[in-house]
């Protein structure tokens, strides 16, 4: 469930959000972070009734992992704390609505915050700062800009929001596509991996030792990013056809299409220069 916070009165004053960073390059495959900061204007230094945020992204460039550092997460609002975090989505939604105007953002997470008592943020606190981070991991493949967007889920009364967008210019992986352990090499442990999430297994690193850094987890996520590269006999899906195929040739086969029927217009030597073409 989400909350709307009503807009009333009419508007002389602002609440303003802007990234710490407003442009970064960050390669495929890899986390961007970006830290949203408050401010209010007219007045600068104004408490206010609370405010709701939506956070706009394109889901072909950019995966959401997660808040974190978010304002007031840990408290419970109540007759004794009468202002707190009251609505955090966990799971995106779609866009239906085009809050932030731009088409090409088409999924959304939201935040919500109240002061019942007209005192949010909390008196004490000095303005600018930092309300939240919300996390994103760079789709595998991923190039070219992309913008997320903030727009207004609610308001206080007097106000309205204006928001800065932050741009994320996704560069090329420093690892190539089938690399899915992030090892650093191509060779058979990676075929292993697509092979077992290709037959619609969750846990792929059973009896396989992975880099530093790697986990069960960020390996599964990485090879379901790469299902559109992974169609090797080009049959329209993704399946265990395709992940034997991989694992055949990783391990150095020459031969790959034994005991498999291909698509018409493929041929061994075709699906060995799809999946080459991956190394």
Avoid at 106 to 134: H, I, S
């Amino acid at each position: 469930m989400f909350y709307h916070l009503p807009d009333v009165q009419a508007a002389t004053g602002e609440q303003r959000l802007t990234p710490v960073v407003v442009s970064q390059a960050v390669q495929a495959g890899e986390n961007v972070v970006l830290t949203i900061r408050y401010a209010t204007g007219n007045p600068s230094d104004g408490h206010t009734s609370g405010l709701g945020v939506g956070v706009h992204y394109d889901s072909s460039k950019l995966v959401f992992t997660g808040f974190s550092d978010v304002y007031q997460d840990l408290q419970t609002l109540s007759g004794t704390n009468p202002a707190a975090l009251i609505g955090r989505d966990s799971v995106p939604r779609e866009d239906e609505a085009d809050r932030d105007r731009d088409s090409t953002t088409n999924r959304m997470v939201g935040l919500a915050w109240v002061g019942l008592d007209g005192r949010w943020p909390d008196q004490g606190v000095t303005l600018p700062m930092d309300l939240f981070k919300v996390h994103f991991r760079v789709s595998a493949g991923a190039q070219g800009a992309t913008t997320v967007r903030l727009s207004s889920l609610g308001t206080a009364n007097g106000f309205v929001m204006t928001a800065t967008p932050a741009d994320v210019q996704a560069t090329p992986s420093a690892y190539v596509v089938l690399d899915v352990d992030h090892s650093g090499i191509v060779d058979a442990t990676d075929g292993l991996l697509i092979q077992r999430r290709m037959n619609g297994a969750d846990i792929i690193d059973s009896d396989v030792r992975l880099p530093t850094g790697q986990n069960n987890r960020s390996v599964v996520e990485r090879v379901d990013e790469l299902c559109a590269y992974l169609d090797v006999d080009r049959s329209g899906q993704v399946d265990a056809t395709d992940g034997l195929l991989v694992v055949r040739r990783l391990n150095g086969a020459d031969i790959l299409d034994s005991g498999l029927l291909l698509p018409v217009s493929q041929s061994n030597a075709t699906v060995i220069s799809n999946v080459d073409a991956l190394k």
